[in-house]
């Protein structure tokens, strides 16, 4: 990732974790504001609509799920990366049932948190696009480019979440199944494969390992 005015805002009540995850946002380019409390994140002034928002589940007072749930009365839903530890696994279910684009287990690989960021903005970004289109306006405004430019340089970045290890696709079943590993993968999950022989069980399973905290381990088959 690399600044392309995307802003993203993080809301956990842990200090050492918000910090941390504002570090490596920043870290790849990308604005970052930090918040403490779903409270302070409602009540904020935000003049700037952010591209994804970061979220931690368990917040004291206004759950993240909550918080999820305002955001959706005022409009679309804005992208959100749920933050979840092993016992909020019934709530996390909640939030993806209400829209949660993606979802990480802590604590977080920094890597998966990157990659989810980043398909979140690209996803904010195709529907400011859309949205731009559907008012019919003949003239291309100067925002209407700039979202376009954002969206082909955010593909291009993330060309790579669509071939992971060996594995290489386009059809939409791939993209299903590669979303599935990358969701997975960071989590502590058990993981069972299943499909015909040589529809490429072991590339998923290799895939996994990549994408996962043992990576820079052996890979026993």
Same mark, same amino acid.
């Given at each position: 990732?690399? /600044? ?16 941390? *995850? ?23 002034? +935000? ?6 928002? *970061? ?10 799920? /909550? ?41 977080? /690989? ?68 590669? +979303? ?7 989590? /502590? ?24 905290? +043992? +990576? ?6």
């Amino acid at each position: 990732m690399s /600044d392309t005015g995307a802003l993203v805002y993080v809301v956990d009540d842990d200090l050492s974790a918000r910090e941390g *995850v504002a570090r490596l946002i920043r870290s790849a380019g990308v604005m970052t504001k930090t918040f403490a409390s779903g409270e302070e994140f409602l009540a904020a002034s +935000r003049p700037k609509t952010p591209s994804c928002l *970061v979220l931690d589940v368990n917040l004291p007072g206004v759950s993240g799920l /909550d918080v999820q749930q305002e955001l959706a009365k005022s409009g679309p839903q804005l992208p959100i990366v749920f933050l979840t530890g092993h016992g909020d696994i019934p709530m996390t279910v909640r939030a993806v049932r209400a829209g949660a684009a993606e979802f990480l287990t802590k604590p977080v /690989d920094d890597e998966a948190l990157l990659s989810a960021i980043q398909r979140c903005i690209t996803s904010y970004v195709e529907e400011e696009i859309q949205s731009a289109e559907n008012i019919g306006n003949d003239e291309v405004s100067e925002e209407q480019q700039k979202l376009t430019l954002e969206k082909l340089y955010l593909e291009d970045e993330i060309r790579l979440d669509h071939n992971i290890g060996n594995m290489v696709g386009q059809g939409l079943a791939f993209k299903s199944i590669l +979303r599935s590993v990358q969701i997975v993968a960071p989590t /502590d999950s058990t993981v069972l494969i299943l499909g015909e022989t040589g529809t490429g069980k072991e590339l998923v399973a290799r895939a996994l390992h990549e994408l996962s905290a +043992r +990576r820079k381990g052996s890979f026993v088959l």
